[in-house]
């Protein structure tokens, strides 16, 4: 297939601002604070030394990421955390109560261009009311703003949990934009069965009460959300990574956006019927990698195993003694996975 001239069209629109129009811009740069401003993104003192932080945690764990922005079709500001230069970079989307620190421990590991950014209504990007929009279609709209804003063709997507939702819903509304897709953990929206605390959380009785239950001391949430949900090991995750969680939680707004993203996309019973996407998935041409951890508390790896079965192009790697976030317990395994999939996909 000639993808020239779609590419060519879409270097035109991202290439700088027309009076009648809105289009794309990235805008790499080294400051915090300067890259801000000419984002035009106001960021208070609280928000510039939580992008300090993260910075320097990303730079501790091998990898020395600078700040960039993306300014979207209606002016919306996505932040950024970028290393190297390439034609077609491995984007990160994170999970659902997070921001792009999740991936400290991982992108250092992984080769060559690699973009981590936050959600929107997570860490720095901008905010957002989830539930007057159709999640699925704002997800993909979101990542076909940033690939188009950061001049990509394509792209390698690695996605987990809800990251793995939005991952899922580009890959299966643009499939040529996406070179490869790798699922780290249980992807939502593949099986409506979801563990108890997000379904409360996003109850609108029982999650007005659990937002008033702030947690500022690392430990207890290593033991109370880590321990149960996310790790097999909680006591490998390191304390500057559960410092900075705490951080973004205290980000103004942020409980705010967790609440309504778990009344949008969870009832009771689970995740909403309207937003799976088991059946789609069955149909996705692109290359995919289910890296699965295998004490995951979302799902367990015989959800991917089956899911792998129905797809045109996909694998399944069960990983050992790992949970919903499996880099948190073995990060070099994880990225040997990611990175020897797509050095295998890219020699066929």
Known sequence: MNRAPEA????SRTGGHNAGERLLAAIPVTAAEASARVAGVDLTP???EFERTRLALFARYGFPGQSRWVVDREGRSTYMISRGEGPSPTILVHGGLSQAGEWSLLAGRLPRH???PDRPGCGLSYKIEYRRADYRKAAAAWLLDLVDGIGADQIDLVGNSIGGFFAMAFALAHPDRVRHLVLAGAPAGLDRSIPLFP?????PVTGLLIRKLKITDPETLRKRVFSHLLVAHP???PLDVLEIAIAAAAIPGADSTSYTML???TTLR???PQLMMRDDMAHLPVPTLFAWGEADAFAPPSSGQDMAARMP???VEVLPDTGHLPWFDRPDAVAAAIAGFLAHSDTM
Do not use: F, K
Request: charged share 40%; aromatic share 8%; glycine share 8%.
């Open 263 to 265: 009344r949008t996309v």
């Open 8 to 11: 060519e069209e879409r270097r």
């Open 46 to 48: 609280q928000l510039l």
């Open 313 to 315: 192009d996909a694998r």
């Open 199 to 203: 379904r409360l959380w996003g109850n």
């Open 270 to 272: 689970g995740w909403r």
């Open 235 to 237: 006591e490998r995750v």
């Open 114 to 116: 690699v973009i981590i």
